[in-house]
């Protein structure tokens, strides 16, 4: 891996929590704890911001990040993050290893990332951050609800099964001119995925007031546990 970066979509126009991107958490906006991550990282060469927005490329540019000009049409509520990473692929000139680090994901943190980072080996395409899905789970099928388990085992004997966290994807260049769709992150179907497991409590992104609440609180733990 010659050159891998990292690559921060953080949009203007964010609709559940306005400015969600820039608002202050702990004293810091929100995707300072990423680019701080980000730039902690022994192994992501460049950190990028991909914004449409002057306000978060000036406070990013501020922080030690690079900047990537994201035109409107890649800004809208309807543009996949594929897409995002896809014009960012092109604009780098493929470097050989992209970093997609959400901003909503602030407990993630550099040693995770190089974690991450190093399941990359030469046969796998793509790498995805994920926590161990913990409930029983269940399907919709008509009116009804059917278990989607065969019996109901404590769960320390329940097969694992993971979901993903929204927080860390680790992909080569190739699978981004490779792919069509959003699972350029995975290519599920045609390519070789690893999953890296991390901590329930560093799986929590921000979609809503409430989330905000809940990691405003986990991340003064952890502040509070380094001191």
């Known amino acids: 891996m010659n050159r891998v970066v990292g690559i921060i979509p953080a949009r203007g126009g964010s609709?559940?929590?306005?400015?969600?991107?820039?608002?202050?958490?702990?004293?810091?906006?929100l995707i300072q704890h990423t680019i701080e991550a980000a730039l902690a990282s022994k192994r992501i060469d460049e950190v990028y911001v991909s914004t449409d927005d002057s306000e978060i490329a000036s406070i990013s540019e501020s922080l030690g990040a690079l900047i990537i000009d994201r035109p409107v049409e890649l800004a809208g509520d309807r543009v996949s993050t594929f897409d995002v990473m896809k014009h960012a692929e092109e604009t780098l000139n493929s470097p050989d290893v992209l970093v997609?680090?959400?901003?909503?994901?602030?407990?993630?943190?550099?040693?995770?990332?190089?974690?991450?980072?190093?399941?990359?080996?030469?046969?796998?395409?793509?790498?995805?951050?994920?926590?161990?899905?913990?409930?029983?789970?269940?399907n919709i099928n008509g009116n009804y609800a059917q278990?989607?388990?065969v019996e109901r085992l404590p769960r320390q004997l329940m097969e694992k099964k993971y979901g993903e966290n929204g927080s860390i994807y680790v992909t080569r260049s190739k699978t981004y001119k490779d792919s069509d769709s959003q699972l350029g992150m995975g290519i599920l179907s045609r390519g070789k995925t690893k999953l890296f497991e991390m901590e329930e409590k560093h799986s929590y992104e921000i979609d809503c007031d409430f989330d905000w609440y809940i990691i405003e609180l986990l991340l003064k733990l952890e502040l509070e546990n380094k001191e």
Not at 15 to 29: A, E, M, V
Not at 110 to 117: F, L, P, R, S, V
């Open 15 to 29: 609709k559940g929590i306005p400015r969600k991107n820039i608002k202050l958490i702990l004293g810091k906006p």
């Open 100 to 138: 997609v680090l959400q901003p909503t994901s602030p407990l993630r943190n550099a040693q995770e990332i190089d974690k991450a980072i190093a399941l990359l080996e030469p046969d796998v395409d793509t790498v995805v951050g994920v926590c161990e899905l913990k409930k029983y789970q269940w």
């Open 147 to 149: 278990p989607a388990f």
